[in-house]
Nanobody, 123 residues
């Protein structure tokens, strides 16, 4: 599956952004999807994951209550709605996919990656 992330940009603290990740190739609904992020000088970290049906989601503690992951299997797209953004949310955000049902949080668990989209939150 090929993934293309978009929607990043510059936003003030407290603002919102919605990231999108369009998938092509293999059957999108067969994949569990995740969002990760990587800040300068830091390791890539888990942000959120969503089951193939969209019925189950899981979030990192740092974004719980502020970010919402969702998917539209008819459009082969997964979204990350980010609200109440903080400067520490500044990072390159990546969407990822793995062929399975578990909501996984390790980078190494995901086989397919998008190219990343930059999110910058100013204070």
């Amino acid at each position: 599956v090929q993934l293309q992330a978009s929607g990043g940009g510059l936003v003030q603290a407290g603002g919102s952004l919605r990231l999108s990740c369009a998938a092509s190739g293999r059957t999108f609904s067969s994949f569990t999807m995740g969002w990760f992020r990587q800040a300068p000088g830091k390791e890539r970290e888990f942000v959120a994951a969503i089951s193939w049906s969209g019925g189950v989601t899981y979030y990192a503690d740092s974004v719980k209550g502020r970010f919402t992951i969702s998917r539209d299997n008819a459009k082969n797209t997964v979204y990350l709605q980010m609200s109440s953004l903080k400067p520490e949310d500044t990072a390159v955000y990546y969407c990822a996919a793995h062929y399975g049902i578990a909501l996984l949080v390790r980078v190494t668990d995901y086989s397919y990656w998008g190219q990343g989209t930059q999110v910058t939150v100013s204070s």
